[in-house]
């Protein structure tokens, strides 16, 4: 008899109510949702070069040849000019006006860095098409991006620009594959020449 | 008599997949998401196309609002302690164990270190009020800036530096802050960007 009744209550069909566990499991969610954020947020590497290496600087400034050099120079009110070549501050028409926009540096950057930027091209095409894992990606594109005859950026920002032109000039940077570039303090000749362009 | 005998029959839901389901979500939501740190001035950062991720340790961030204020903060609670102590000594401070145990539990840092033992001794929310207004002095006659990051780094060598600018920051403020870096020889950092997309013709 008595095996009888115990057999009867392991068949008693056991229910929990698992309500409050949703409640609680949703406020939690909820917690989890408002204070936490999902994406860690993108960064932008830059290097500067050593204030100390007076020579290494002066070397390196001689590596950099005249008809390949692009100097940037960024100013208030979003406005930016750039010059071709070495400074020269007794030519008032180098200095000319361009835009953070497509039509300005970087139509100006893309058409002098072109075979670099179809190089790129191909490059990211073979890693859609699988034919290089990211190792491979990696290093060929700056064995592309460091070769000879590429074009070097300086930029150069007077104190009334803000950060974001700082890091648009950076981001063209990046967008036309420019590995060679620096920010340098603006000199008083750079100064000048804006002046003269805008008093025009 | 038959339909009220219907109405009073109670509807049991069974609840077990409904809380498998958010179970699941939870524990999604546990393992891929950070903690928002609080930040004492609200910050809109530059859109870049840079995908690089920011390292989860060992990270040094500055904070540099707007108006150019600059703001600091360590993950590490260890680092900020022995920072705080080293700083302080350089400008002749010395700060108590509970003055320390306050300090450690900020999550951003940035008054200059003269105001730094009546600020701590403020309640939590005169804290956040006061941080407001206060800043890392960046100036060339006062740089306390350089003297925080050099015994940040000297705690920590593995630091990364990330500067968290807003995009109306003038440049001054930058330029301050990059020179101090570039004087402690810290010459690489990471600037932290909004993701923005690449534009069509490069793709």
Redesign the interface.
């Known amino acids: 008899m008595s095996r009888n009744r115990k057999t009867r209550q392991k068949k008693m069909n056991v ?1 929990v ?3 409050p ?2 409640d609680m ?2 406020l ?2 909820t917690f ?2 408002l ?4 994406s ?13 290496d007076k020579n290494l600087k002066d070397n390196d400034q001689s590596k950099v040849k005249a008809s390949l050099a692009v100097t940037l120079l ?1 100013d208030k009110n979003n406005k930016v000019y750039y010059y071709e070549g070495l400074p020269n501050y007794a030519d008032k028409n180098a200095l000319k006006r361009t835009s953070y926009d ?1 039509n300005g540096i ?1 139509s100006l950057l893309m058409g002098k860095n072109m075979r670099v ?1 179809e190089q790129i ?1 191909a490059l ?1 095409l073979k890693k859609t098409n699988l034919q290089i894992n990211q190792a491979q990606y990696d290093t060929q594109a700056s064995a592309i991006k460091d070769q000879k005859n590429t074009p070097t950026v300086i930029i150069k ?12 000039a ?2 063209e940077m ?3 594959s420019i590995s060679k570039y620096v ?1 340098v ?1 603006i000199t008083d000749g750079d100064k000048l020449l804006i002046k003269n362009l805008e008093s025009k | 008599m038959a339909k009220a005998q219907i109405k009073k029959k109670s509807v ?1 839901i ?3 997949a ?2 498998d389901v ?2 699941l ?2 524990t999604f ?2 393992l ?5 740190k609080k930040a004492p001035v609200a910050v809109t ?10 390292p989860d340790k060992n990270i040094l961030s500055i904070l ?1 609002d707007k108006s150019g204020k600059v703001f600091m903060s360590l993950d590490k609670q260890a680092d900020m302690v022995s920072t705080l102590e080293a700083v302080g000594s350089d400008y002749g401070f010395s700060f108590t164990p509970e003055e320390i145990k306050k300090f450690q539990v900020q999550s951003t840092f940035g008054v200059p270190i003269a105001k730094m033992k009546s600020f701590l001794a403020l309640g939590d929310h005169d804290k956040d009020q006061v941080l407001k207004t206060q800043g890392i002095p960046t100036d060339s006659t006062d740089n306390q800036f350089k003297s925080w990051v050099k015994h940040a780094r000297e705690n920590n060598e593995d630091l990364r530096i ?1 500067i ?9 403020v ?2 301050d802050v ?1 020179n101090s ?3 402690l ?1 810290e ?10 997309v ?2 069509k ?3």
């Open positions: 229910r109510d698992f309500t566990m949703v499991n949703m939690l969610i989890f949702m204070c936490t954020s999902l860690k947020p993108q960064t932008m590497e830059i290097n500067m070069p050593t204030k100390d960024l497509a970087r930027i091209k990211k920002a007077t104190d009334d620009s803000n950060y974001k032109n700082l890091v648009d950076l981001d990046q967008i036309c920010i303090p | 049991f069974d609840m077990t409904m809380s958010t179970v979500l939870l939501f546990m891929t998401s950070t903690f928002v950062t530059p859109g870049s196309v840079s995908e690089i991720k920011i540099i990330a968290k600018a807003d995009q109306d920051t003038p440049y001054k930058i330029k990059m870096l570039q004087d020889k010459n690489r950092y990471n600037l932290i960007t909004t993701l923005k690449m534009p013709e490069i793709k």
